[in-house]
């Protein structure tokens, strides 16, 4: 086989061993872009083929990212919930194996999340499942390296390996310039004044609850006076068939303080709980 990659056409000695015009095909042909491709098949005692040719558009253009947010509304999640994450290339990709995106989830300091979908399209979707202990004020990735093969490959159509690249956390086309994602653990409470079977409380000082973490104090209510439970800071003597009355103030945002509408009785107990909002 001759060959031409200059618009000549190809020609074979008549020995059909050589080539008078091209170059005698050996090894796989490296074809530039928009180049054409001319080739003829020669043979001895046999007359040259016809001349085939084409044109060939070498695709040397890689993949890369152009954007990363999620199809998951801005808000506040806690375990169990599922965030989708979507990383946009900049033309279609195929996926083998398992690709992997690192995020900056608090405790751990990162979670490696795993390539749900999108092989064939130019958008990946990662699943992160909120686990406990994370939180994060505005959910991102860890860095511009976050997004692994994972021992897999990302490549488009002509199997140009995509570049990973991500925009740097924060900026213009990062999930967290994006998306408001607000991820935070549950809150819990850290402490209670008077502590489990203290004495000598007096009986019109308040209970003092404090919590973890700043708390959305609307959602901390008590009931003006006593009977059925109906606020979410109560104080019973009855296992809560019945809560006393009374008002609440919070002086930081971590701590509230009941002070019941009629002092307490001596020498009883009088059980606290606090049914919580997420922040």
Do not use: R
């Not at 890689?62 to 946009?88: C, K, L």
């Not at 990162?110 to 399209?121: K, P």
Request: hydrophobic share 35%; proline share 6%.
């Amino acid at each position: 086989i001759c060959y031409t990659t200059n618009g000549t056409a190809p020609a074979c000695d008549v020995t059909k061993l050589l080539c008078t015009n091209g170059t005698l095909y050996a090894t796989a042909v490296s074809v530039p872009a928009d180049v054409t491709l001319k080739a003829i098949g020669c043979k001895p005692t046999y007359s040259d083929s016809a001349v085939g040719s084409a044109a060939y558009v070498i695709d040397t253009v890689v993949p890369t990212v152009t954007n990363v947010t999620a199809s998951t509304a801005d808000g506040t999640y806690n375990v169990g919930s599922v965030i989708a994450v979507q990383v946009t290339f900049s033309e279609i990709v195929n996926v083998t194996g398992t690709p992997t995106l690192t995020l900056s989830t608090g405790s751990p300091a990162t979670t490696v999340v795993n390539y749900a979908s999108g092989s064939g399209t130019n958008t990946l979707t990662f699943n992160y499942t909120v686990a406990a202990g994370n939180s994060s004020m505005d959910l991102d990735y860890a860095n511009t390296t976050a997004l692994s093969f994972g021992g897999g490959a990302i490549k488009d159509v002509a199997l140009n390996a995509a570049n990973v690249t991500l925009p740097t956390p924060g900026t213009a086309g990062s999930l967290g310039s994006n998306k408001n994602l607000v991820i935070s653990p549950p809150p819990t409470v850290t402490s209670v004044t008077p502590t489990n079977g203290a004495t000598g409380f007096t009986i019109g000082s308040p209970i003092s609850v404090i919590f973890n973490q700043n708390m959305n104090t609307a959602s901390i209510t008590a009931q003006a006076s006593g009977g059925a439970c109906t606020g979410t800071f109560q104080v019973s003597v009855d296992g809560f068939a019945t809560c006393l009355g009374g008002t609440l103030n919070f002086p930081v945002q971590t701590t509230a303080n009941f002070t019941p509408a009629v002092g307490f009785c001596v020498d009883t107990q009088y059980p606290v709980q606090v049914k919580i909002l997420n922040t």
